[in-house]
């Protein structure tokens, strides 16, 4: 099972982007996946969730309204689209699942398989 983050880079702020983690070793949507984001020196945050077969996706607060999640089933690859970026979104972001069925797991802290992380920077 691997995870693999793309897609970031360096924007203005109120531009958007949209990250890609492809998934090899299982389907899109038999593990949930969380998308999370770390700042040097600060702890990993969570981003956003989505349960086993895209069920319920859980936003934090500061991705309500600007994030959203999308997923192209043949290609195997977890989309996370961001809207609206603001400088505060500076950060390097990470998809993870858990190969033990854990979403809360997931959600809270990450699962068990992490992938690389992509690194967005938003200039104001």
């Known amino acids: 099972v691997q995870l693999q983050a793309s897609g970031g880079g360096s924007v203005q702020s109120g531009d958007s982007l949209r990250l890609s983690c492809a998934i090899s070793g299982f389907t899109v949507g038999y593990y949930a996946i969380g998308w999370f984001r770390q700042v040097p020196g600060k702890e990993r945050e969570a981003v956003l969730c989505i349960s086993r077969h895209f069920e319920d996706t859980y936003y934090a607060d500061s991705a309500k309204g600007r994030f959203s999640v999308s997923s192209d089933n043949a290609k195997n690859v977890v989309y996370l689209q961001m809207n609206g970026l603001k400088p505060d979104d500076t950060a390097v972001y990470y998809c993870?699942?858990?190969?033990?069925?854990?979403?809360?797991?997931?959600?809270?802290?990450?699962?068990?398989?992490w992938g690389q992380g992509t690194q967005v920077t938003v200039s104001s």
């Open positions: 993870t699942t858990d190969r033990g069925f854990s979403e809360a797991r997931v959600c809270r802290n990450g699962g068990d398989i």
